[in-house]
Structures are given as structure tokens and as C-alpha cells.
Nanobody, 119 residues
Framework: QGRLMESGGGSVQSGGSHRLSCSLS????????MGWYRQDGGKERALVAG???????TYADSVKSRFTISQDSTGTTIHLQMNSLKPDDSALYVC?????????????WGQGTWVTVSS
């Protein structure tokens, strides 16, 4: 199994921008579906943005036109650019990468990184 690392969490004021990154290291063959989820308090983890192996992107309605998911040229790192942040965007952001490592297709979850948006 590869090692997943997230970065970029922190505090930002309402209306500001923030960028999250998630990278899988190890003997990665290729990645398939990748995405960012968020979880706030007792709510269920929900998909914020996703990108598949063909580059097709999916966004939750609440973040459309404000968030952008991207993938770097290695195919094992994704970013989430968050603009026009609102207090409701405050949550634990968790990345998920479905990748083949040493020939074994696995779902990799990060530990999460907190984003706090103050009004």
C-alpha cells in the first residue's frame, strides 16, 4: 500500500482562498478515481470534488464555481483550490485516491486536514 500525505489545512477568513494537496507515494502503477471529501461534526462524509482517470470532474452543488480540483502530471497528486470560502465550508477535508500499487488496486484514504473559515 502506498503512503498518502495531505497538506494545506488551516484557517482563513470568509471570502478568502485556500489550497489543499494530497499525494500518494510508493510503487504506484496508476490512479483511477481521486477526490476530496469533507466531514463536519456528526454529519456523514460527503464528496466535495472528484476527478476520474479520464480527467472528468465532479463537484458538489455547494462548491461549484468556487472550488477546482486538479491533478498533476505524475497522476498521483491532486489539489483542491478553494475560493470565495464561506464559514459553511469549515470541515475536515479528507482525500481519497483509488490507485494501483504493486499491481493491487486499493482505496487510499488520508487522515484529513482541517479547514476553518471565520466570518
Amino acid at each position: 500500500q502506498g503512503r498518502l500525505m495531505e497538506s494545506g489545512g488551516g484557517s482563513v477568513q470568509s471570502g478568502g482562498s485556500h489550497r489543499l494537496s494530497c499525494s500518494l507515494s510508493g510503487n504506484v502503477d496508476r490512479c483511477y478515481d481521486m477526490g476530496w471529501y469533507r466531514q463536519d461534526g456528526g454529519k456523514e462524509r460527503a464528496l466535495v470534488a472528484g476527478i476520474d482517470e479520464d480527467g472528468r470532474k465532479t463537484y458538489a452543488d455547494s462548491v461549484k464555481s468556487r472550488f477546482t480540483i486538479s491533478q498533476d502530471s505524475t497522476g498521483t497528486t491532486i489539489h483542491l483550490q478553494m475560493n470565495s470560502l464561506k464559514p459553511d465550508d469549515s470541515a475536515l477535508y479528507v482525500c481519497q485516491l483509488v490507485c494501483s500499487v504493486n499491481g493491487l488496486r486499493l482505496v487510499h484514504w488520508g487522515q484529513g486536514t482541517w479547514v476553518t473559515v471565520s466570518s
